[in-house]
């Protein structure tokens, strides 16, 4: 057994020692072997003090199409996904009711038509008969009533045909814009009321984004504050800034309305999707490094620095304080100084204090 654990530590040994020869160290002062190490120095730029969000894409110029009469649908004209133009006919609902009236009208304005007429012939008979001294004036304004209600009678039933004329036009329900159709969930027969959704119509175009942002950072936004809508990979799809802030807070649930304008002119975004949205409070300098330069012990963050003595350059670990990542780079709070030489190749093979040789 005691051979064997020699024999297991032998092998490990040697194969410890070959793994160091093949990154050929450099000979440091004193004999210790000095790593070649990827360098970079660290600078600050410009990143911005952000939070994401869930925000709904809502168009402008998307309408939901609903029925300004009850009836059962008889006609369809459309498909969903038609392309259509202002005031092209997309369904029918059953107009023979309304027209029944609209027809009983008609017959009724016939008949004060025709009374009108006996009225006026004789209310001309009368005047003479009056001017002549013939009748009396109770007699002639009695007449004279007559003719006029008569006349209001008309009128009255004339605004009445006219206002059931404008109602049958309801009967067909018309593209207000052009546009595309969107699903049609109702089917011929079925009974629709003045809050059915009978169908929907976008004409495309620019989209707003809407974003609810706590209460409590109200003060950070406001019209310009940069908006950013990524991609699933997380990384910078579209750029934008907010151009409305609601005046008030939602008192349900203390989240305040912002939008902004989202361009569209290749169709890629729907209208109420659901995308992510980082909204950039404010712009700060800060140091940012690759993530190839991070090492992680348990749940705390290092970074090798380059530092120079009296033997030459060393690797220094020193702890660092994450922030967001932005593409292949992380934004560091807490740790490292404009100026600052760290590695970012090779830390896997570091400890703090090792000899290191520094290549760009």
């Known amino acids: 057994m005691i051979r064997q654990r020699l024999f297991l530590s032998v092998i490990l040994t040697f194969l410890f020692c070959l793994s160091v020869s093949c990154k050929k160290p450099v000979q440091a002062g004193g004999g210790i072997p000095a790593f070649p190490v990827k360098v970079e120095k660290v600078e600050l730029q410009q990143v911005g003090d952000s939070s994401e969000f869930l925000a709904t894409l809502q168009s402008r110029t998307a309408a939901v199409l609903e029925p300004e009469v009850e009836g059962q649908i008889t006609k369809i004209f459309v498909v969903s996904g038609a392309v259509v133009e202002p005031g092209q006919a997309l369904m029918e609902i059953d107009p023979r009711r309304q027209q029944a009236n609209v027809n009983q009208q008609e017959a009724t304005r016939q008949s004060q038509q025709a009374t009108l007429t006996y009225d006026q012939a004789r209310l001309q008979r009368y005047k ?143 209208n109420d999707q659901l995308v992510h949205a980082r909204v950039i409070w404010k712009q700060l300098s800060k140091p940012m490094i690759p993530v190839t330069a991070l090492s992680r012990l348990g ?47 090779g830390t896997q093979n570091l400890v703090d204090g090792m000899p290191v040789v520094p290549q760009a």
């Open 299 to 345: 749940a705390q963050s290092f970074v090798f620095l380059v530092v120079h003595g009296p033997t030459g350059a060393a690797a220094l670990q020193k702890p660092v304080k994450l922030g967001a990542l932005i593409g292949n780079s992380y934004v560091i709070e807490e740790g490292l100084n404009s100026g600052d030489t760290v590695i970012v190749g």
């Open 128 to 270: 003479k008969l009056f001017e002549a001294g013939v009748i009396s004036r109770n007699d002639y304004d009695s007449v004279i009533s007559a003719h006029d209600a008569s006349k209001a009678n008309v009128d009255a039933t004339e605004a009445f045909i006219n206002q059931q004329r404008v109602q049958l036009r309801y009967f067909t329900v018309r593209a207000p814009a052009g546009g595309v159709i969107g699903d049609i969930p109702v089917r011929v027969g079925d009974r629709v009321t003045n809050s059915t959704t009978l169908t929907t119509l976008d004409r495309g175009g620019e989209l707003e984004a809407y974003v609810n942002v706590p209460a409590e950072r109200s003060s950070d936004v406001h019209n310009g504050t940069q908006v950013e809508l990524l991609k699933p990979d997380g990384t910078t799809d579209v750029t934008t800034q907010v151009n409305f802030v609601s005046p008030r807070v939602d008192t349900a649930n203390q989240l305040l309305l912002i939008k902004a304008p989202v361009p569209n002119p290749d169709r890629r975004f729907r």
